[in-house]
Nanobody, 120 residues
């Protein structure tokens, strides 16, 4: 069974930093992309950042403050969040597009989420 497990959320003051981690485990043949999404109270889930083999994309609201990175050997993706703002408060979800074999279609998998609260 495929699992994505996030860690690193918590309470931080405005201007502070947090580092989120997400490790994928299970029957993994290839991970095509990994990313982070977030959902604030009363809002829809939105893209934060994604990473493929060498390409990163960011939401405009986090450019210059957040950095996504990936360690392929560990099937792990990270999100370094600096200069955090109260509007960054949300549940952050890890996403990965994974294929289980050479012939299987890649599918999207989600973690359960980790809460980030930015408040003084």
């Amino acid at each position: 069974q495929m699992q994505l497990v996030e860690s690193g959320g918590g309470l931080v003051q405005p201007g502070g930093s947090l580092r989120l981690s997400c490790a994928a485990s299970g029957s993994i043949f290839n991970i095509y992309a990994m990313g982070w999404y977030r959902q604030a109270p009363g809002k829809e889930r939105e893209l934060v950042a994604t990473i493929t083999s060498g390409t990163t994309t960011y939401a405009d609201s986090v450019k210059g403050r957040f950095t996504i990175s990936r360690v392929n050997a560990k099937n792990t993706v990270y999100l370094q969040m600096n200069s955090l703002k109260p509007e960054d408060t949300a549940v952050y979800y890890c996403n990965a597009r994974i294929s289980r074999s050479d012939y299987a279609r890649a599918m999207d998998y989600w973690g359960k989420g980790t809460l980030v609260t930015v408040s003084s």
